[in-house]
């Protein structure tokens, strides 16, 4: 297993899942952290089918246990942390908890269009359909991320 690489910024993550272009590849984003954790929201890490890992999560307990999941699908809301058990097993300091994304790497036009927008600087969001797994890029909202039962959005 391949440790996590340091944090990057999220271009290099995306340039990452544009570089691998590995059809079995995930992403994951951080959507909402509480108490103390090692990563704020809108941090995320894209992992190869191979375990390479670009960016971080947490730090590398939680990328590890992601590793164990990247054959699980859609998209899917994964909670860690919470119980004082779980926060060992996680290493997540103080009552940690995270929310992430897990999610397949979106498709290549989308990523080519998402980092266009990240170098030219402009505001943009990314929404996830949490049923049927669609992406698209949307206009920026005022929240980092807007999380209902069907999507999430996450802005740039």
Request: charged share 20%; hydrophobic share 40%.
């Given at each position: 297993?391949?440790?996590?690489?340091?944090?990057?910024?999220?271009?290099?993550?995306?340039?990452?899942?544009?570089?691998?272009?590995?059809?079995?590849?995930?992403?994951?984003?951080?959507?909402?952290?509480?108490?103390?954790?090692?990563?704020?929201?809108?941090?995320?890490?894209?992992?190869?089918?191979?375990?390479?890992?670009?960016?971080?999560?947490?730090?590398?307990?939680?990328?590890?246990?992601?590793?164990?999941?990247?054959?699980?699908?859609?998209?899917?809301?994964?909670?860690?942390?919470?119980?004082?058990?779980?926060?060992?097993?996680?290493?997540?300091?103080?009552?940690?908890?995270?929310?992430?994304?897990?999610?397949?790497?979106?498709?290549?036009?989308l990523v080519v269009d998402l980092l266009a927008a990240l170098r030219a600087r402009e505001p943009i969001a990314r929404e996830v359909d949490l049923g049927n797994?669609?992406?698209?890029?949307?206009?920026?909202?005022?929240?980092?991320?807007?999380?209902?039962?069907?999507?999430?959005?996450?802005?740039?």
């Open positions: 297993m391949n440790a996590p690489a340091p944090v990057s910024s999220p271009e290099a993550v995306w340039q990452a899942l544009l570089d691998w272009n590995d059809p079995h590849a995930r992403l994951a984003t951080v959507l909402a952290s509480y108490g103390s954790s090692p990563r704020p929201p809108g941090s995320m890490a894209a992992i190869r089918s191979d375990g390479a890992v670009v960016g971080s999560v947490s730090g590398g307990c939680i990328e590890a246990d992601l590793m164990q999941r990247l054959d699980a699908g859609g998209p899917m809301l994964l909670h860690y942390g919470g119980t004082p058990e779980e926060n060992r097993r996680w290493q997540l300091p103080c009552g940690g908890r995270l929310t992430l994304l897990w999610e397949p790497a979106p498709p290549r036009p797994g669609s992406a698209r890029l949307v206009p920026p909202r005022d929240e980092d991320v807007w999380l209902t039962d069907a999507a999430v959005t996450i802005t740039y």
